[in-house]
């Protein structure tokens, strides 16, 4: 190990930083933020610098640098672009023997300040030792997204906590037990929802009385694309206990989920309807009543046609604490993957999404409302029905050459987008494979000029696989 981990109080302490320039600002900026009584020497500064200084951040001397100005520093940081001064700043401070850092300057730093994650008080520091400071970088930024921000209030909320649980728990082994099941279960989840007060009276219920109740989060997966699935959806499946998914989720969504967790498909397709809604119910209910962190993972977005809502009151109803991470929706998604935007300031100016699969005794739907021209008409499941769609448009005054679109596997890797005239489209519907999405209007004719995905070469295609594993 070349450099010992520290983490230095700096608060009220003389820190010297020597330039005027955008880097020594960007020093400047985190020695501002840790409370270090900064002196900055230098003839000029720039404009960062200067706004910081007019807000009284720190203490300026306006002057050519002089060994002597480093009396009395705890730190000294060297910024300039002349070499011959930051050399000089290194060997003045060593005398001193007072820690020294020469910025980008590797043989010249006796102290090397790394990548950080702020969440305080939690602090994440990565170094590679000044060898290969972008890949630290690197590091820090895919560390970001899997480290929510609601992790330094919790550690707040815990700081204020361990005296009380110290008292109430004596074995050390309990208050372990106490703090593991805290920072992974309810309280946690409570901190991020911002629900400050009610995750104190969870800590209070657990420290005192029995309390094993699951709670249920509903996830958007998006439409394929392991890619579209939001950071906290990706915190949420790497956290859960049971996982029940439907078909729609790709396989690469599904490698993301913790690995110990119980995956069970509770799909539905088309004239096959493996689980029935009433059984998802049943086993959401059972597995929370057990304690556990129910995942109920939906593709596209869960209150788009995906009886998110049903789902959630059946939870309610039972007592059980639950929260929604929404996902992207499949009109969404695959629509930009396709290349087809849904509004467009010379064919469309409304956006209406439908669902081709309704209740049996449910209301038509207005199909005078969506003959309208200038409009976009999303279908949901509606390949089956793409006969009758075309029909009753065409009927109610929609021209029967509008221009639609029918993109299978929308945003996978297999994605297939074809397009046609309204009279056609159902023969287009059966062409287009399983998941399918139908757009309907002037817009689906730019998918032409517009389309950028779905030419991967092999290369792209590895690359994707590699990304995914390192998740």
């Known amino acids: ?37 900064l002196v900055v020497i230098s003839p000029s500064l720039c404009s960062q610098l200067q706004t910081q ?52 300057d590797q043989p010249l730093c006796s102290f090397i300040v790394p990548s950080i994650i702020d969440r305080s008080p939690v602090i994440v520091a990565i170094s590679s030792g000044g060898t290969a400071p972008v890949l630290a970088r690197l590091l820090r930024e895919k560390l970001e997204t899997m480290l929510p921000l609601s992790l330094g209030k919790m550690a707040e909320i815990a700081g204020r906590w361990r005296g009380k649980v110290k008292e109430t728990l004596s074995n050390m082994r309990e208050r372990k037990r106490f703090w593991e099941k805290s920072f992974s279960g309810r309280f946690a989840s409570l901190v991020e929802k911002g629900q400050l007060s009610e995750a104190e ?22 439409p394929g694309d392991a890619g579209l699935l939001t950071l906290k959806g990706l915190r949420v499946l790497q956290s859960a206990e049971v996982v029940l998914y439907d078909h729609l989720v790709s396989e ?87 290349g087809i935007p849904l509004t467009h300031r010379e064919h469309s100016q409304s956006i209406t999404f439908i669902t081709g699969h309704c209740r049996e005794n449910g209301a038509d739907l207005d199909w005078q409302a ?44 297999d994605q297939k987008v074809v397009t046609g005239q309204l009279h056609d489209l159902d023969a287009l519907a059966q062409q287009a494979p399983a998941p399918a999405l139908i757009v309907i209007g002037e817009v689906t004719a730019l998918h032409n000029e517009l389309a950028w995905f779905g030419s991967q070469t092999e290369e792209d295609i590895r690359w994707r696989s590699a990304v995914l594993e390192l998740a």
Not at 74 to 98: G, M, P, Q
Not at 373 to 394: C, D, F, P, R
């Open 1 to 37: 190990m070349d450099y010992l981990p520290l983490f230095v109080d700096v608060r009220t302490r003389k820190v010297v930083l020597i330039g005027g320039g955008v880097v020594a600002a960007r020093k400047a900026e985190l020695l501002i933020k840790a409370q270090a009584k």
């Open 53 to 104: 200084h007019q807000e009284d951040h720190f203490e300026w001397l306006a002057q050519e640098y002089r060994s002597s100005l480093l009396d009395d520093a705890f730190l000294v940081i060297a910024a300039t672009d002349d070499a011959l001064l930051n050399e000089t700043v290194f060997y003045d401070a060593n005398e001193r023997k007072i820690f020294v850092n020469v910025v980008d």
């Open 201 to 222: 009276q969870q800590l209070e219920r657990q420290l005192y009385e029995q309390d094993n109740r699951g709670e249920l989060t509903l996830v958007g997966a998006g």
């Open 252 to 338: 690469e969504i599904l490698e993301l989920v913790r690995r110990d967790a119980d995956k069970i498909c509770v799909g539905k397709r088309a004239g096959n309807h493996s689980v029935s809604q009433e059984e998802t119910n049943e086993m959401i209910v059972k597995f929370a009543q057990q304690g556990k962190k129910v995942v109920r993972l939906k593709g596209g977005d869960p209150f788009v046609f995906g009886r998110g809502g049903e789902e959630l009151q059946v939870a309610a109803k039972a007592g059980i604490p639950f929260q929604v991470v929404p996902g992207v929706t499949a009109a969404i998604g695959a629509t930009a993957y396709a």
């Open 370 to 413: 969506l003959a309208r021209g200038q409009q976009t008409l999303v279908i949901y499941m509606g390949t089956v029905k793409a006969a009758n769609i075309s029909e009753q448009l065409i009927k109610f005054g929609r021209a029967s050459d509008t221009p639609v679109a029918v993109v299978g596997c929308g945003t996978r890797r």
